[in-house]
């Protein structure tokens, strides 16, 4: 193998080794997360954190919504764990965000 061939490999697979992994899904409203296909995605490289949210709201002829969404964030979005350089959660009940660092670590914030 020549030293470009070498050094294209290295380039194209340093990301995938090391970049987080963070579950992502999204479930519909009464939906358990026991009941729903969790996948792992590999995050950008800009994404130091997985963030599990949860929201509620109302639809358009006045029903309350559940929605819980996983996924990958970057600082921008975990802005008030940057510096502390952990992991915690904003809000409460319906109306929370909780980011974390480590591959997978936001498969059982509740």
């Known amino acids: 193998m020549s030293a470009m061939n070498l050094l294209s490999f290295f380039l194209l697979t340093f990301p995938l080794v090391f970049s987080l992994q963070c579950y992502t899904f999204q479930t519909p409203d009464g939906a358990h997360t026991t009941n729903v296909q969790k996948t792992t995605v590999d ?26 969404t996983r996924g990958c964030a970057d600082d921008v979005l975990c802005h008030p764990f940057v510096k502390a350089q952990c992991t915690g959660c904003l809000g409460s009940g319906f109306g929370k965000m909780c980011c974390c660092m480590g591959d997978r670590c936001n498969d059982n914030i509740q």
């Open 43 to 68: 995050c950008p490289i800009t994404a130091r954190f997985c963030v599990t949210s949860f929201q509620q709201s109302i639809d358009s002829v006045g029903n309350s919504m559940l929605l819980e």
